[in-house]
Nanobody, 123 residues
Framework: QVQLVESGGGLVQAGGSLRLSCAASGRTFSGYAMGWFRQAPGKEREFVAAISWLGRSTTYEDSVKGRLTISRDNAKNTVYLQMNSLKPEDTAVYYC????????????????WGQGTQVTVSS
């Protein structure tokens, strides 16, 4: 079992920045691809970004490319999402996920997920 705990959300003005963190604990973090999903009010949960176990591969949803950056520090069992140039449409609850297959994360094929952290971007 892997527990994922997100932090770093909050209220920010459009154009601002936030950095989300996701700390993993429990069974070994080793080998898991990690990612972020988000869910806005009244909408389905959608893929945001994913990173492979060694961090050599990353992929992003088109609307966040160039603004959001996913990274990880395996020594700290932590994955990050640096969010720059935020827009009101980025407002959502952001969830950290972990799965065995990097390619599967974009298809929501993850095994573990956190409780989420709220990001609100005001115009």
């Amino acid at each position: 079992q892997v527990q994922l705990v997100e932090s770093g959300g909050g209220l920010v003005q459009a154009g601002g920045s936030l950095r989300l963190s996701c700390a993993a604990s429990g069974r070994t973090f080793s080998g898991y691809a990690m990612g972020w999903f988000r869910q806005a009010p009244g909408k389905e949960r959608e893929f945001v970004a994913a990173i492979s176990w060694l961090g050599r591969s990353t992929t992003y949803e088109d609307s966040v490319k160039g603004r959001l950056t996913i990274s990880r520090d395996n020594a700290k069992n932590t994955v990050y999402l640096q969010m720059n140039s935020l827009k009101p449409e980025d407002t959502a609850v952001y969830y950290c996920v972990a799965g065995a297959a990097y390619d599967g994360l974009k298809r929501a094929e993850y095994t573990y997920w956190g409780q989420g952290t709220q990001v609100t971007v005001s115009s």
